[in-house]
């Protein structure tokens, strides 16, 4: 340990409560869901309010997973969410590359126009895009939601994978080109692997956004059972009367599969970042 | 290497071509309404908001009772009625009819069916079906008339409400009375009676014409005249502000909770009621199965609107059924809409919470089931709202001039004079 | 010199020019280039770029939705009706508040947090998913639930009077202008302090604790090792956390639709709700478009500027 890490008690335990103060603020709205997600209307909103619900109830859950066809709403989450990440991250960072590490007429240009992708409200993009999906007949299928999603994490993407590539040193290229490779090799066998990081980050981010989107999904699927579970949660807020427990349930089994997810990769997020070929 | 360079080239084309593929397979799917014809199987699509926030009640209904008896009596006809969120079907109309993918059928909220006959996205039904006229006699007048656009009846109406006093026993006894307040006078007493007791005399959510326009038309206002060419001079009468001063009056008395000027987080009428927070709401025969689900103790109260120098008049509310002019199933479409006016359809609704607009299927729900009574009997002088294609743009205009005036800054004739205003521009464009 | 082990994600993003130092001219065939775009690029013209374009075209039409309808050409009407209408100057005001209040605690206490956790811990893993948390819920989700916090009888109200004894507990949240976007904020900051916290915490593990120790050698006290020492070097993140929040910022939508609805009267309508009411309400397209195409306008020139502004040190530093 370094002379800088030799901290006063004092000041350790001060972080370690602030650092509890903090994370108990982040919390806590969470408790309260799922504690909301066991009660029945009820006892909803009630003061003091209660943190531990009583009576406890599983109706929520039960009537879920139960009325709606949960379980298939999942699985098109999971497929489409899957699908879309995977083909965001790996197109993006080809993108990427090119704006790293070739210098090519409209360069400047075309990654000013990828800039511009991330500050355009979606909502005004809905009714030119709907036009198109239905001239492309993606209407109400999942693929039609995976192509415009995919489309959509581009910008963020590209932007995140762009500035990560352009730092690991152009030096480790000249050795493997010298030794013969290709660019698609360079991508694929040098870039990609020491870029674990950034890749786990633009997963996280395309696999939450797409997860949760729920505008274009509304728009663009008819049949119920091409449904995904954001377009199911909101079937539960009723017209006239919004019944928090239940809406809460599905919530929090919506909400599992992300942290999972997070979780998985959340390693890769910071540790890393440093370390290996990039660090020199 | 080559090889690797080939990969590159690879993984382009491949991406290409799962998009490709992705939009022969998607296609392929929305295909259902390329086989016109009469003797060819049909497939109806209906949008539709039966589902109502996770109460399954009148989708069973539509999608095992119903439906399955249509299908039956109409051999190569199939109906495929999809549940949409409240919120978002308007939305969904609108980026469907912007790309010419719209149902076979709709449910529309009756506020809307001008402003889409407007844009010429729906059937006139009176052109197209030749019993039209037949059917509508038989409906509703105050419901029917939410279907005109321009000298055209683009649908039939499918279910109607109305608002009513809904008040409970515990309020009654806190406030002292033995029965509901009938009139504006017996509210303001009931409130003084209220007054230190920690109850609310009355709650609402909004300030649109859905929640205002009850006590306007009660206080014996109007908002526009007869023929929806101006508002000022009605909406802004001494009779229509008159009314609204009695709600600002109270308001500023604290006896009507801030959720009537658009506060979000305050209790809901449906909450607020049965926790004994609030004396007295106005609410719709839906009620009845959400207070059975989510307060099985509570017993609610029906009474009609408290009369004002007006009457007691409410407002109406409820859905219209409409074709979309892009069907290629017509005749199809049509039959359902007939299946809808049945006594069949409409008695059955009835049994879980859709009020008939048929009138003679009133007449026998009410007698069925003594719960509607309270409610057909507010609905023979309740009034719709302006049918108008900008009908959403008065609710805005109403409740943005009207919060001011509740609030204090201004005064409710300077609010309604300004609204009025605002409507008669609306009313002369359209 | 502090180059090599800056924390990359963050650095580079925010200034190609780092690209250019280490970019070598490739013999690679001129295709190559295009080729590693090609996919991405298809589908973002294709599906961004050319929508985008429409909705910018929208914005000079009376824009009729119907399929096949023809819209009248009405020049910049659309634009000159935005500038007189009162509520479309109380939304850009809103949003430019939002941004004003959520931006600042959401860099500052994000900064704070990942300084505490700089330090590799057992308990460092626990934090930082803990303060992660909120970032991955759904907008959705968090706006229904403070909504919920915020209510009338909620556990604010409680925790402020019964807990803090701060006031009497009545405060309608959501009822007033302020108070409604204070709750708004509040939201905004508790679900992005863990993005800006993991991107700092990204960027102070690469901060050379040689630099650091060498400070402490000089006898710089806590304070001035910040200053002098991990500013500079976390500049870039800070720069890409800055654009990052302040385009987030003026994009609020979905948690003030679902908190207030724009209500009461209006008062806490931002620029996209306003949008979104006029455009899927109203029906009025062309007018909504036209918002749109100002907001970005305004959001784009921010960016650059920003941009420019965090460009302009890093190159100060070469």
Known sequence: MSALHRTRPASGVLRHVLLILGALIMLTPFVYMVSTSFKSQAYVLTIPPQLVPDPATFDNYVQVLTTQNFAAYFMNSVVVSLTSTVVSVLISSMMAYAFARFRFPGRELLFRLVLVGLMVPAMMLIIPQFILAKQLGLIDSLQGLIVFYVAASISLNTFLLRGFFASIPGELDDAMQVDGANAWTRYWRLVMPLSTPALATTTIFTFLATWDEFAWALTIINDPSKRTLPLAIQLFQGQNATQWGLVFAASVVAVLPVIVVFLIFQKYFVQGLTSGAVKG | ?430 | MIDSTQPQVVRAAVSPVAARTTRRRRRAGRATPYLFLAPALVLFVGLIVYPMVRAFQMSFYDWKVLAGATSTFIGFDNYTRAMGDPVFWRGLANSGVYMALSVPPQIVLGLLIAMLLKAKSPSQPVYRVLFYLPVVTSWVVVSLLFKYLFADKGVINWALADVLHLGDGSTSWLSGRWTALIAICALGVWKGIGWSMMIFLAALQGVPESLEEAAVMDGANRWQRFRVVTLPAIRPALGFVVVMLVIGGFNVFTSVLLMTGGGPGGQTEVLLTYMYRQAFTNLDFGYGSAIAVILTVIVFLLSLAQMRLFRGGDEEER
């Open chain 2, 1 to 430: 290497m080559k090889r690797s360079m080939t990969a590159l080239a690879v993984t382009s084309v491949l991406t290409a071509t799962t998009l490709a593929l992705a939009g022969c397979s998607g296609s392929t799917g929305t295909g259902s309404g390329a086989t016109a014809g009469t003797a060819a199987p049909v497939t109806l699509t209906m949008w539709g908001t039966y589902g109502n926030g996770g109460n399954t009640a009148q989708t069973d209904v539509l999608n095992k009772t119903l439906i399955p008896s249509f299908e039956a009596s109409h051999p190569g006809i199939t109906v495929k009625y999809v549940d949409i969120p409240y919120d978002s079907l308007k939305q969904k109309l609108t980026t469907g009819a912007a790309g010419g993918e719209l149902p076979d059928l709709v449910r529309s909220d009756i506020g809307w069916v001008a402003q889409f006959a407007s844009l010429g996205v729906l059937a006139p039904l009176d052109e197209k079906m030749s019993d039209f006229s037949t059917l509508s006699a038989a409906t509703y007048p105050g419901s029917l008339a939410t279907n005109a656009w321009n000298g055209h009846y683009y649908g039939l109406p499918l279910d109607t409400n109305t608002r009513v006093l809904v008040t409970s026993q515990a309020a009654l006894d806190a406030a002292g009375m033995s029965k509901p307040p009938a009139t504006f006078d017996d509210l303001k007493a009931m409130a003084a009676a209220l007054k230190g007791k920690k109850i609310a005399v009355f709650a609402d959510s909004g300030l649109q014409g859905w929640n205002i326009l009850p006590w306007i038309w009660s206080g014996g206002g109007e908002i526009t005249d007869a023929k929806l060419t101006k508002a000022t001079g009605y909406l802004d009468g001494s009779k229509s502000v008159a009314a609204v001063q009695m709600l600002v009056d109270l308001y500023k008395q604290g006896e009507i909770p801030n959720l009537l000027t658009g506060n979000t987080g305050a209790t809901s009428t449906s909450d607020g009621l049965p926790k004994g927070e609030y004396a007295t709401i106005l609410d719709g025969p839906w009620m009845r199965d959400i207070w059975k689900g989510q307060f099985p103790a509570f017993a609610p109260i029906y009474a009609p609107v408290p009369a004002g120098a007006g009457g007691s008049i409410s407002v109406v509310g409820g859905e219209d059924v409409v074709i979309p002019s892009t069907t290629t199933h017509l005749d199809a479409a049509t039959a359902f809409v007939r299946y809808t006016q049945s006594d069949e359809f409409q008695l059955a609704m009835a049994k879980v919470g859709q009020m008939p607009v048929v009138a003679s299927a009133g007449t026998k729900a009410a007698a069925a089931d003594p719960f509607y009574a309270p409610f057909a009997t507010q609905l023979a002088t309740a009034k719709p709202r302006l049918v108008i294609p900008q009908s959403s743009q008065v609710d805005t205009i109403l409740s943005t001039e009207l919060t001011p005036a509740f609030e204090g800054t201004t005064t409710v004739q300077a609010a309604l004079t300004s609204a009025a205003k605002q409507i008669d521009a609306l009313l002369t464009s359209k």
